[in-house]
C-alpha cells in the first residue's frame, strides 16, 4: 500500500513541479493574458474582418492603424514606414526604449494571400473552439499573439527597461523589389537587437523553428547552331540548344542531391525563336522538327540551408553547364536577391533550449526543432544573419494560403502565455 502511494506520487511530481518553476511574476504575467483573452479574440476578429491583401494598400494600413492605437496605448513609440518606392503598402514598427538584458524583435506581417477580388473575407466561428478566416492563421492571430503578449508583460510591469521592436510588415506574402530596399528597416531594427521571435503559424506546441532555408532562382540559357536536322551530330553541326539544356537540367537531376538541398525547373522553352519574359515566367516558342534550335531557357529555384551548401551546389551547377556538347554554349546565372537562409546556429539553438525548458516549467512538453526542408522563407531568413532567432511560436491552424484557413483557439490562449514568458525571460537575460 506504502509502495503504491509513493509511486503514485512519482507519477503527479511533475505537475507540482511545474507549477513551482514558474516565478510569481511569471504567475501574474499569466493571469493577465486570462483577464485579456476575451478583448484578444475581439481584436483578432476585427482584424481579420479587414481584407489586407498585400496589394490591397487602404487595408493593410488600416490595420496597421489599429496596432499604431494599441501600441500607442502601451507607451511603445510607433512608427508608420511608407512603402511607395517599392510599391507595397508599408510597414508598422513599434519600440520601447530600454537597456535591461537582452534587446529583442517581435516579427509579424499584416498582409495575407487573399486580395479584395477573393471570396474569402470574413471571420467565422465554426465551433468554439476553431475561427475561419482569410489570414486567421498566417498570419493576424500571430500578430494579436504579439500585441497581447506585451500587453500582458506591461501591466505585470514585468519589462520596464527593456528594449523592444515590434515589426509588422506589409508585404511578406509578396515582398516588395529591390528586397534590399522593402527588407531595409526591418535588418535595421535587427541590427539594434539580440534576439529576433518570428510568430508566423505554430507547428504544435512541441516544434519551433531554428532554421529556414534560403529560396534563389536561377536561369540557364543555351545556344547550339541552327541547320537542318539532318546534320546534327555531325562535327559541324553539333548538339543543338534543346540537347544541351537537357543533358544540364538531367545532370542536375542526377548530381545535386543531398540532405535539405532541392531544386526544381519551373519552365523550359526552346527552339529556334525564343522570347522569354523572366518576372512574369511566361514566353513564346517557334521551331520546325528539320531545324537543329538555337536557343533554349530554363528558368529554376533552389532552397538550400547554409549558404556554404548553397554556394557549393552553385560551382557544381557552373561546372555541369561549362561541359558543353559540341557547338553548343551555356550560360548559368544564380540570382541574389532571394530569401537568404535562417541557418542553425548555436545561438538559435540556444533560444529553442530556452523555450523548451520554459514550455516544460509550464507543462506544455518538450519543444524541438522543426524539420526545415517542412517550410518555406519569411521575413526572420533576412535578419537571421545578424541575431539569433526562432520562428514558428504564432498560432496554430490548418490551411494557410487556402479557402479553409482556420485558426485553433483552443491551444491559442496557451501559445500566447508561453510567447510572454519567453519574453520575459530573454529580455531578462544578461
Ligand atoms: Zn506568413
Redesign the pocket.
Known amino acids: 500500500m506504502k509502495k503504491y502511494a509513493i509511486l503514485l506520487l512519482i507519477a503527479l511530481m511533475p505537475v507540482f513541479t511545474n507549477a513551482q518553476e514558474l516565478s510569481d511574476l511569471e504567475k501574474e504575467i499569466l493571469e493577465r493574458i486570462d483577464a485579456n483573452h476575451a478583448e484578444q479574440l475581439d481584436f483578432l476578429e476585427t482584424n481579420v474582418n479587414i481584407n489586407s491583401g498585400t496589394m490591397n494598400f487602404d487595408g493593410v494600413r488600416r490595420i496597421g492603424e489599429n496596432y499604431i492605437e494599441a501600441f500607442g496605448d502601451l507607451g511603445f513609440e510607433t512608427e508608420w514606414v511608407n512603402q511607395d518606392h517599392v510599391n507595397r503598402a508599408g510597414h508598422f514598427f513599434a519600440e520601447q526604449e530600454g537597456n535591461s538584458g537582452r534587446k529583442i524583435l517581435l516579427i509579424?506581417?499584416l498582409d495575407?494571400v487573399f486580395e479584395e477580388d477573393s471570396p474569402f473575407q470574413e471571420f467565422e466561428m465554426l465551433d468554439e473552439n476553431t475561427a475561419k478566416g482569410p489570414?486567421v492563421n498566417?498570419?493576424k492571430a500571430?500578430n494579436v499573439m504579439i500585441l497581447y503578449a506585451i500587453k500582458a508583460l506591461k501591466e505585470a510591469g514585468a519589462i520596464p527597461d527593456a528594449q523592444i521592436i515590434v515589426a509588422l510588415t506589409g508585404d511578406?506574402?509578396d515582398a516588395g523589389t529591390p528586397r534590399s530596399e522593402s527588407r531595409e528597416h526591418l535588418i535595421e531594427a535587427a541590427k539594434r537587437s539580440d534576439v529576433g521571435l518570428g510568430f508566423?503559424?505554430a507547428s504544435g506546441f512541441n516544434y519551433a523553428v531554428v532554421a529556414r532555408r534560403a529560396s534563389y532562382s536561377w536561369l540557364l540559357e543555351t545556344t547550339g547552331k541552327q541547320a537542318h536536322s539532318s546534320g546534327i551530330f555531325s562535327e559541324s553541326t553539333g548538339a543543338g540548344s534543346v540537347y544541351e539544356a537537357s543533358r544540364i537540367v538531367n545532370s542536375f537531376y542526377e548530381e545535386l542531391r543531398e540532405e535539405n538541398l532541392t531544386y526544381n525547373v519551373g519552365v523550359m522553352i526552346g527552339g529556334n525563336e525564343v522570347t522569354y519574359d523572366e518576372e512574369n515566367m511566361r514566353g513564346t516558342v517557334s521551331g520546325k522538327t528539320n531545324i537543329v534550335p538555337k536557343k533554349t531557357i530554363v528558368h529554376g529555384g533552389i532552397r538550400f540551408l547554409t549558404m556554404e551548401q548553397g554556394e557549393r551546389a552553385f560551382d557544381r551547377m557552373e561546372e555541369i553547364a561549362s561541359e558543353n556538347l559540341p557547338n553548343t554554349t551555356a550560360s548559368l546565372r544564380i540570382n541574389e536577391g532571394g530569401y537568404p537562409p535562417m541557418e542553425p546556429t548555436e545561438g538559435n539553438m540556444a533560444l529553442l533550449a530556452m523555450l523548451d525548458e520554459l514550455s516544460q516549467d509550464m507543462g506544455l512538453g518538450e519543444v524541438e526543432p522543426f524539420d526545415p526542408a517542412k517550410r518555406g522563407a519569411?521575413?526572420i531568413s533576412f535578419v537571421a544573419n545578424y541575431i539569433d532567432g526562432l520562428d514558428g511560436l504564432?498560432a496554430m491552424g490548418s490551411g494557410?494560403h487556402g479557402p479553409n484557413e482556420t485558426v485553433n483557439l483552443e491551444t491559442y490562449k496557451e501559445l500566447t502565455k508561453r510567447a510572454a514568458l519567453l519574453i520575459y525571460r530573454i529580455v531578462n537575460e544578461e
Open positions: 509579424g506581417h495575407t489570414g498566417d498570419m500571430g511578406e506574402e508566423e503559424t519569411a521575413d504564432g494557410a
